[in-house]
């Protein structure tokens, strides 16, 4: 009489999931970061004190909802701390040149852990607060907005969204950020609200920049995300809203 072999079934290894971020404190700077709705596909902000002096932060738009994502958006996270506390905690560097390797790795680990194509728009930035400058890639992502006084101005893309193409670089401009300015991230999800057919846009999204209060980082992002829910017909469902600002005080010191 011959026996069934049944074999064994090994249980499935957790998810791997990002950490949540805890903002850093800043010398007369605040930045912060607010999700709107529900969280179902993949935004992602991060933020952590690299040196006494530099902070880094950046806002992903992982493509692809959430549940099926989560892994790619903890390796890069990882990447972005790790890497991140390496390229930036030494006394003397090259700001852009240590954010464009930054952003190379950051392509390859996304590619790596989706196992090929897998489009993330990016933002990241180091703010240098002895300084008030802030070297930033944009991959692919929304335009940046940079307040001065009752001027916005808006940091457009330096190079392809990551996750595409296995070369790909990024350029990493610098820009001062004068004390009393701030500077916004939307997500897609902010942009593309919509209602019936018609989008909230970019020129609504820096109109309610222009007309918001600028003194704390969190109420500056749930201004804005209140105009964009204000706006929508229905809660967004393909993609997150999220905000992200990072607003020095105008009593800060000039470099």
Do not use: W
Request: aromatic share 8%.
């Amino acid at each position: 009489m011959g026996f069934l072999f049944k074999p064994r079934i090994r249980p499935a290894p957790p998810a791997i999931e990002p950490v949540a971020s805890s903002f850093p404190a800043l010398r007369d700077a605040e930045i912060g970061a607010v999700f709107a709705g529900d969280r179902a596909a993949g935004d992602f902000y991060d933020s952590f004190r690299a040196s006494p002096s530099r902070v880094l932060f950046g806002l992903l738009d992982v493509a692809g909802r959430r549940e099926a994502n989560q892994t790619i958006l903890a390796e890069a996270q990882q990447v972005f701390r790790e890497m991140g506390a390496d390229l930036f905690g030494q006394q003397e560097i090259n700001e852009a040149e240590a954010l464009t390797q930054l952003c190379v790795q950051l392509n390859k680990t996304i590619m790596e852990a989706a196992e090929g194509v897998h489009s993330c728009p990016a933002f990241a930035g180091c703010y240098n607060e002895d300084l008030g400058i802030i070297c930033y890639v944009n991959a692919g992502h929304t335009p940046g907005l940079v307040r001065k006084g009752f001027e916005v101005s808006e940091l457009t893309a330096t190079g392809l969204p990551l996750g595409l193409f296995s070369h790909a670089t990024c350029d990493a401009p610098l820009i001062a950020l004068e004390p009393g300015a701030a500077l916004l991230l939307v997500s897609r999800g902010v942009v593309e609200a919509k209602c019936k057919d018609q989008e909230f846009g970019m020129e609504s999204v820096e109109s309610a920049f222009h007309s918001a209060p600028v003194n704390k980082a969190h109420d500056l992002c749930v201004a804005i995300l209140n105009k964009a829910q204000g706006f929508a017909c229905d809660p967004p469902k393909e993609d997150d809203m999220t905000a992200l600002a990072l607003v020095r005080s105008a009593s800060a010191a000039k470099a």
